[in-house]
C-alpha cells in the first residue's frame, strides 16, 4: 500500500480529535481557533498536529503533538518544518524539548517579545513539569 501524507487546515471532527489530544498531551489550549491548527493526516489517519498563533508582536509555534503510535516515525519534524514553511521572517516557541527544536534550526534566547514571554509565565505557572522551559527563536534564511 502507497503511503499518502497530507497537511492541511482541520475539519471540524478532526479539530474535536486534536482537541482531545491538546488535553491529553496537556498543551497550551488558551483561545484554540481552527483556523490556527495544521493537521498532518497519514494514510487517512490523525498522526499530528501543530499551532501557529499570530500575535501582535510574534509569530509563536505552539500546541505541536504527534500522535503516539506516530512517534519516533520522524512525523513531528515533518509537522514542525510545513508549519514554519508559512512563517514569512522569524517565530517563537515555548518548550522543554529543546534539544528536538535545535535540529530544526531553532536556537535558544533569552530575551524576547511581550506574547512569548506572557506564554512562557503560563507554562510555568499552569503546566508544571520537572524540565525548565526554555525560549526558542527560528529565523527564515
Same mark, same amino acid.
Request: charged share 30%; aromatic share 12%.
Given at each position: 500500500?502507497?503511503?499518502?501524507?497530507?497537511v492541511?487546515?482541520?475539519?471540524?471532527?478532526?479539530?474535536?480529535?486534536v482537541?482531545?489530544?491538546?488535553?491529553?498531551?496537556?498543551?497550551?489550549?488558551?483561545n484554540?481557533?481552527?483556523?490556527?491548527?495544521?493537521?498532518?493526516?497519514?494514510?487517512?489517519?490523525?498522526?499530528?498536529f501543530?499551532?501557529?498563533?499570530?500575535?501582535?508582536?510574534?509569530?509563536?509555534?505552539?500546541?505541536?503533538? %504527534?500522535?503516539?503510535k !506516530?512517534?519516533? @516515525?520522524?512525523?513531528?519534524? $515533518?509537522?514542525?518544518?510545513s508549519?514554519? #514553511?508559512?512563517?514569512? *521572517?522569524?517565530?517563537?516557541?515555548?518548550? %522543554?524539548?529543546?534539544? !528536538?527544536?535545535? @535540529?530544526?534550526?531553532?536556537? $535558544?534566547?533569552?530575551?524576547?517579545?511581550? #506574547?512569548?514571554?506572557? *506564554?512562557?509565565?503560563?507554562?510555568?505557572?499552569?503546566?508544571?513539569?520537572?524540565?525548565?522551559?526554555?525560549v526558542?527563536?527560528?529565523?527564515q534564511?
Amino acid at each position: 500500500m502507497k503511503e499518502t501524507i497530507v497537511v492541511r487546515e482541520p475539519n471540524d471532527k478532526e479539530f474535536e480529535e486534536v482537541k482531545k489530544w491538546v488535553e491529553k498531551f496537556w498543551l497550551d489550549n488558551d483561545n484554540m481557533q481552527k483556523e490556527q491548527f495544521r493537521v498532518m493526516i497519514y494514510n487517512n489517519e490523525l498522526a499530528a498536529f501543530g499551532r501557529l498563533r499570530i500575535n501582535d508582536d510574534a509569530t509563536e509555534l505552539c500546541t505541536i503533538g %504527534v500522535l503516539t503510535k !506516530f512517534q519516533k @516515525k520522524g512525523i513531528g519534524m $515533518a509537522m514542525v518544518r510545513s508549519l514554519l #514553511s508559512s512563517v514569512e *521572517k522569524e517565530a517563537y516557541l515555548v518548550t %522543554v524539548i529543546p534539544k !528536538f527544536f535545535l @535540529k530544526l534550526g531553532f536556537e $535558544a534566547v533569552k530575551q524576547y517579545p511581550k #506574547s512569548i514571554q506572557k *506564554k512562557r509565565d503560563l507554562c510555568v505557572t499552569q503546566y508544571h513539569v520537572d524540565t525548565p522551559y526554555e525560549v526558542m527563536k527560528w529565523t527564515q534564511n
